[in-house]
Structures are given as C-alpha cells and as structure tokens.
C-alpha cells in the first residue's frame, strides 16, 4: 500500500489522506506531510481535528461498520435485497471485490494513516510536549480503534489459534509520497492486538483526564476512553484479568456504579431514552466517546444507522427487527415493559417492526454515532467477573443495574455461572441492540451465526466466518495473503 497525503493549506490545515488504488484515489507522488501545517497549536488541533473527521467517515463509525457488524448476525432481516446497502454481509455472500469488504478496508486504513500523519507531524512540530503528547495520544485512540474494527471482520477471532491467524498488515509510519511500502505481509492476530494494547496503555498516560465541556469529553478521547476501549479489546480475546483490571479504573466497587469524579464521571444516565436525544445523552455521563453530526456535517447517503434501522412510519428501510426466528426482539424474556422495547416501533402497516433508536432525519440532522459507552463498560466487566469467578456478587450487581435501569421488575438471581453468562451475553443484546456488537459477540464466543430469515446458519469453521481481504489490497500488496476459501 502507498498512501500518498495531500499537506495541509496553510490556514486550513485540514489534511487529504489518499494512497495508491488500494486505498483511496491517488494524486501526486510529490505531495508530502507539510510542517506548516503542525506549526502552531492551532495549526496542529485542526489537523487531530481531520484525524477524527477520517474515523466518522461514511464507511467507518458514520455507520456502516455498526451496520455490517449487526446485520450479520439474527437480529435483523433484509427488506431490498440491495447490493449497496449491505444484502451481501447479511447474507454472508460478500467476495473480495465487494463494496463493504474494499471500502470498509480503505477508510479504515485511511483513518490508520490520518492518526500517523499526525505523530509524526506533531513530533516534529514546535508546539508545546504537553500539546504534543495530548495529540499523540488522541492518535493512538484512533489507530487502535481502526486496527481494532478490522480485526473484527478480516480475520479470524483470537480464540481461534489463540492469536497465530493472519491479522492485517501493521502500517504504524506516516505514508507519503516518498514512501513505497505497499508490499506488506499481515501481522498475527496476538499482533496486531498487541500494538492495540500498547497504543492504548500509552494514550491512557498521556491524555487528559478531562476537557473543558461535556461537548469535548464525549468527542475527543480522554482517559476513560482509552481504558473502556482497553475493557472492550480485553474481552475479546477472552483477557478476563484485563477486563477486571481496565473495568476497576472507571467501575466503583459497588452501586451506585460510576467513575472517579477525578475523571469524567461517568455513569448511566437514569433514562435509556436520553441516551439516544441531543437534549441529555449525546453529551451526557453515559456517553464515553461518540462520533459528532450537524445538519451540515452528514455521513453521506446510505450511510448513517437511521438510514438503514429508522426509515420513517412506512418501513422504507433496508433492515427491519427480526421477531420471528432467533432475534433478540422475539426473545420472551425481553419484557414487553422494559423501557428499550420503546425502540422497536412497527411500522404504519404493522407488517415490520424497526428499531428507532436514532430518531433523527438521517440525511438532513443525523444522530451522533457511540464509540464506547458506560453500559457496555459496566457489563464487560461483569462477563469478566463471571468468567474469572464464577457466581460473582459483583458481576451479578452489574448485571442487574443494567437491566434495572429499563426494567425494574427483574433481577437476575443465577444459580450456576453458565446462567450468569448466558443472562450477561442476552442483556448485551438488549443493550446494545444496533450499535455494532453483534459480530464480536458471536466470534469471540466461537458460536456459529444463527440462521435468519431465508439464510442457513453459518458454522464458525465457514470461510464466510470472516470476511475477504480487500481485492484492491490483493492487486498492490504482493506479500499480502487472502483468507482461506476466497
């Protein structure tokens, strides 16, 4: 790969990331990272600004990596079989020249590649050290994110070979015009998680604790945000201690559960439904880091998660709530009270049912997308707990503040651990019903994906487990090697 970048404009210091056609289109080779660009604070902020601008693209955390994650799994049936809007993840048809599968590869990369331009622009810049490892550190957030997300769908889970599988290729250099490495073979699994940790560990010494506005603590990394993302990471290649150890961090011993108030409280907010309003929950305590949207600051068409869940009274939509096979919307012990039943709202016929979790137009005002928050936090430490120590009073609190939070009338009182795990791994289904987690939970567990609708199950021996290596990665990278059965 050869990513080539299009220095910043003085005064606008906003930076083009492009590459060779396995990534983005190409300009010319004689464009390299310009220092003026990261001359002066200001200077330099837009350009972290820019890096956070590549993560929330279309293709990435605008929705559709939430999307594909989701609608692989049986939450969801496809209405219009349309070939754009992900009909081929959903039924684990995709090929390596398929949309999602090159273009999902190319925005993250091309997110990877913002956060190194900008380590390397701000270690050579003359702004202040503590600026300087503030910013670095926002830049490993973002690279170990990217990294993370495609892990999830190019390569097989940690479990399987306990990280010796082919993860993707390591790309941790700024790549310009004077850079021709696109020849790059892929980074173990344990690998590529490893320089996830690191990123991480080193961002959580360097970030702020806090920022100046509730605005700022949810979209621009900070502490809490490095150690949630570390409990996420951990959890998924079934690191129980590290969970525990990440989770203590920000997870009182006891309820009420919270952060330290040296840090950005974090905690639930009393509502599930002022999560998902601009009102409280985009910049409430919930709210650990999301990505930002205005009306004139959109995914782009086809994009965000309205777009593709929330399609208005009609059910015009592409993906409605499966409530009739193994989805989680059928499942009876979602009580019809539960407050996040308020989310799945027929449509005016009353023929599908659509999860209107983001209420908001899609095109003209769209929601604000969650990276991380508390809830998710707070129940895989409590997986955690229960994996390491079985029935673990701690966990079981955890668990039944979630649930209690929308569902008063339950409280879970399991009498053996696999209870307690299976209790857990349902309520992340509730919870976390459309915001990107389904995959995750279905490989890192090693289960097969559940038949859906008119698509078979799927073994978690099938090739179409995971996805295809990007075909234009496959062109440009010689040392490259595709997944088994593509």
Not at 28 to 56: C, H, W
Not at 309 to 337: E, H, M, Q
Not at 433 to 451: K, N, Q, S
């Amino acid at each position: 790969m050869n990513f080539k970048i299009l220095s910043a404009v003085a005064f606008a210091g906003i930076i083009l990331a492009s590459c060779s056609k396995s990534r983005l289109e190409p300009v010319p080779q004689t464009f390299i990272i310009d220092p003026e660009g990261f001359k002066t604070p200001e200077r330099a902020l837009q350009q972290v600004n820019g890096m956070y601008s590549a993560l929330k693209a279309g293709q990435f955390y605008g929705g559709r990596y939430l999307v594909y994650q989701d609608v692989r799994g049986e939450e969801f049936l496809n209405i219009t079989n349309n070939g754009v809007t992900a009909f081929l993840t959903w039924n684990f048809t995709v090929t390596p020249t398929s949309n999602e599968v090159q273009n999902f590869w190319s925005s993250a990369y091309a997110a990877i590649n913002r956060a190194n331009v900008v380590i390397a622009g701000v270690e050579g810049s003359t702004i202040s050290d503590s600026l300087k490892n503030d910013y670095i550190a926002e830049a490993k957030v973002v690279r170990a994110i990217s990294y993370y997300s495609l892990l999830q769908l190019y390569s097989r889970p940690f479990a399987q070979g306990g990280g010796s599988t082919p993860g993707v290729p390591l790309r941790l250099n700024a790549e310009t015009g004077l850079t021709t490495d696109d020849d790059l073979t892929r980074a173990s699994v344990s690998d590529v998680y490893a320089q996830i940790i690191k990123d991480l560990n080193e961002a959580e010494a360097d970030l702020p604790a806090k920022y100046s506005s509730a605005t700022l603590n949810t979209t621009r990394a900070h502490k809490h945000s490095a150690i949630a993302l570390k409990s996420r990471v951990y959890l998924t290649m079934g690191n129980w201690a590290g969970v525990i150890a990440e989770g203590n961090k920000i997870v009182s011993a006891s309820a009420p559960f919270q952060a330290p108030a040296s840090g950005v409280g974090h905690k639930l907010e009393p509502s599930i439904a002022t999560v998902f309003t601009t009102a409280v929950g985009y910049t409430g305590t919930e709210a650990i880091l999301s990505m930002p949207f205005t009306a004139t600051d959109v995914p782009g068409t086809q994009n965000s998660l309205a777009s593709y869940y929330n399609p208005g009274p009609d059910g015009n939509g592409d993906f409605s709530l499966n409530t009739v096979d193994a989805g989680i919307a059928a499942n009876a012990g979602w009580k019809s009270t539960d407050a996040r039943r308020a989310f799945n709202v027929p449509n005016s016929a009353g023929t599908r049912t659509f999860l209107r979790k983001w209420p908001r137009n899609a095109g003209t005002n769209p929601d604000w997308t969650p990276v991380v928050r508390y809830a998710e936090v707070m129940l895989n430490l409590s997986e955690a707990l229960a994996r390491e120590n079985g029935l673990d009073a701690r966990s079981i609190a955890l668990l039944n503040a979630v649930r209690q939070r929308s569902d008063a009338s339950t409280t879970f009182a399991p009498a053996s651990v696999d209870e307690l795990i299976s209790a857990i791994l349902t309520e992340r289904r509730i919870e976390l019903l459309g915001e990107g987690f389904r995959t995750t939970d279905i490989t890192r567990t090693g289960t097969d994906f559940p038949a859906k609708g008119s698509v078979s199950s799927l073994p978690s021996s099938a090739p179409q487990y995971i996805w295809p290596i990007s075909n234009a990665e496959i062109i440009t990278n010689k040392a490259v090697q595709q997944n088994n059965g593509y």
